[in-house]
């Protein structure tokens, strides 16, 4: 994906780092497994997975929102301070 796709590079930095604590994480799942940890252990492990993937697809969404809204120009026909990317994700997550 260009930044232009993902809204400039600091947001492609975001989501690059989230999807990396959530290869992290999975390897931490893998490695649990394999050496016979707890189903709680495990189970943990893998629900951070998800979240963090969650979060990275949410991250992933809210940017391109602001970006067709930034394009469109719907902004600018509100009363409304735009709304910042942090502000969609957080909006998205809720919802999850």
Do not use: W, Y
Not at 31 to 47: F, H, I, K, S
Request: charged content about 30%; some cysteine; overall charge negative.
């Amino acid at each position: 994906m260009s930044d232009d796709a993902m809204g400039g590079e600091d947001a492609q930095r975001r989501i690059a780092n989230r999807l990396k604590r959530a290869r992290g994480q999975l390897t931490a799942v893998i490695d649990a497994v394999e050496a016979g940890e707890d189903c709680r252990t495990v189970v943990t492990r893998l629900a951070a997975v998800s979240s963090a993937l969650d979060k990275a697809g949410f991250a992933i969404i809210s940017t391109a929102m602001r970006e067709c809204l930034d394009e469109d120009g719907r902004e600018s026909s509100s009363s409304a301070e735009p709304m910042t990317v942090a502000e969609l994700e957080k909006l998205f997550l809720t919802l999850s």
